[in-house]
């Protein structure tokens, strides 16, 4: 390819009280964009507070009724959000892994499994961050870069 443009940059920080949720973050694909490149991480990945961990533990054995069970099994306990992308309103892919760092390519032809192949189309664009689970203050930071022949 030949030139590239940061097409997004965003930073921020998700709480608990986002937990299972989502999180949508439009961005503009110009004209002649013929691939994304996405660096996506966050972290921490794992809640490193032994008591804080222990307790999401019992609170969910609770929730789904789940019989005595020694919390210290279920460790580490680990924060979750994966991203997906919208292509002008339309379902583009999700990359819905355990990773907390990323690089996702968006393309006509190799792209990163889980999201599908076709040409980029200019336009108004969303990646959503899938939160599964956060038990703890975690930040993101997303860089897209758009690369023109």
Same mark, same amino acid.
């Given at each position: 390819m030949g030139i590239t443009m940061n097409i997004l940059s965003k930073a921020g =920080?998700? =709480? *608990? @009280?986002?937990?299972k949720t989502n999180i949508s973050l439009d961005f503009n694909v110009p004209e002649g964009v013929k691939r994304l490149k996405v660096e996506y991480s966050y972290s921490p990945k794992e809640i490193c507070d032994r $008591? =804080?961990?222990?307790?999401?533990i019992v609170s969910a054995m609770k929730k789904y009724d789940i019989g005595f069970a020694n *919390? @210290?099994?279920? /460790? *580490? &306990?680990?924060? /979750?959000? =994966? *991203? $997906?992308f919208d292509e002008c309103g339309e379902y583009r892919g999700a990359c819905h892994r355990q990773a907390n760092r990323q690089t996702i390519i968006i393309s006509d032809s190799d792209s990163t499994p889980g999201i599908i192949n076709r040409p980029l189309k200019a336009g108004n664009w969303d990646i959503v961050l899938n939160i599964h689970f &956060?038990?703890?203050s975690v930040d993101y930071s997303i860089e897209i870069y758009g690369e023109v022949e």
């Open positions: =920080t998700i =709480t *608990p @009280e986002q937990d $008591s =804080t961990a222990n307790a999401l *919390p @210290e099994a279920f /460790l *580490p &306990v680990k924060n /979750l959000i =994966t *991203p $997906s &956060v038990g703890c």
